[in-house]
């Protein structure tokens, strides 16, 4: 049996941040499989937030590709990135970046502003968001809140809601359990395994922490994946 294609590949990508910092970051191959879970461990300054906004379309590479569902998104137009991202990516970010005088519905339904296919596969999207909210383990009645009245660990179950609605095949998740103790990162990461596996959702997140490595099914290190060398200013 021939594996399906990978949900995403990068294939020798080369990135130089503009400016006087100097950090540039040369990636020759990295796939995540359909289904796949992939830890990707780094230590602070490697490169992390780079990689993942290569990926998710933020920032161009200087050469190479990067494959997102067999699209290679650094050949796309802007808008056409943003599309692409808004229809195959749920991004978790390090400070949840959720809108702070949106509701928790306005805030989960977000992505799918972007993105007829989702919205379409999400069916009913209030519905759905609700459905969401009860499986992450917020109170019932929570949607109308305002994000920001949350608790910590709250706003950061909308943050996994607002990426999983409309069920996008790739989860992309930057530190997303920095600010938990350890009780409340067990419990968030068996959350988002029990979403992701469900839905046979493949999941790259970024962490500091190789404790969480035996949770995923592959771990890959920034030192493996990518050259990275800082120039002096
Ligand atoms: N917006 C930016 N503009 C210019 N240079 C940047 C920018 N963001 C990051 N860099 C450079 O890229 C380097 C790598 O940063 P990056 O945030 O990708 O690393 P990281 O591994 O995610 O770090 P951390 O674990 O601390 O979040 C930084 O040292 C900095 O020099």
New binding site residues.
Partial sequence: MQDADPILEITDVAYR???R???S?TVPHVAVAVGESVLLL????????????LICGTILPERGKVDIAGVDITALSGGARDKVRAEQIGVIF?QFNLLPFGSVMDNILLPLRFAPARRKRAGNATVEASHLCSALGLPAGVTSAKATALSVGQQQRVAVARALIGQPPLIIA??PTSALDANSQIAFLDLLFEQTTTHNTSLLM?S?DPRLGERFDRVIR?EDIAQ?E?VAA
């Fill in positions: 941040w503009p400016g910092a100097g950090f970051l780094g230590e602070s300054g490697s490169g992390k937030s780079t990689f993942l906004s390090q930057d530190e970024v500091h920034m990275i800082r």
